[in-house]
């Protein structure tokens, strides 16, 4: 009976990463409030970059948080991730 240790099937891949306003302003080179903006949508058209709200035990507000994927996607247009 053979087991295979090395691979596991909860290994997160580095797009399934949350990250924080601060860490997605960082990696655009632009302020918070940016980040902030181009989440926001004027009822005609979607957001550049949409926040997700996660929900955490203990906790009473959400947190906001956006994907690294979609920061990658934004930077790179033209790859796929």
Same mark, same amino acid.
Request: include cysteine; charge should be positive; aromatic fraction near 4%.
């Given at each position: 009976? #053979? !087991? $295979?240790?090395?691979?596991? /099937?909860?290994?997160?891949?580095?797009?399934? *990463?949350?990250?924080?306003?601060?860490?997605?302003?960082?990696?655009?080179?632009?302020?918070?409030?940016?980040?902030?903006?181009?989440? #926001? !949508? $004027?009822?005609?058209?979607? /957001?550049?970059?949409?926040?997700?709200?996660? *929900?955490?035990?203990?906790?009473?507000?959400?947190?906001?948080?956006?994907?690294?994927?979609?920061?990658?996607?934004?930077?790179?247009?033209?790859?796929?991730?």
């Amino acid at each position: 009976m #053979q !087991s $295979d240790h090395n691979q596991s /099937p909860t290994t997160a891949d580095i797009s399934d *990463r949350w990250l924080r306003c601060r860490d997605v302003a960082m990696l655009l080179a632009i302020s918070e409030r940016q980040v902030w903006r181009m989440a #926001q !949508s $004027d009822g005609r058209s979607p /957001p550049i970059l949409e926040p997700t709200r996660l *929900r955490m035990p203990g906790r009473t507000r959400p947190l906001t948080r956006w994907r690294l994927s979609d920061v990658h996607r934004l930077l790179n247009p033209s790859e796929e991730i």
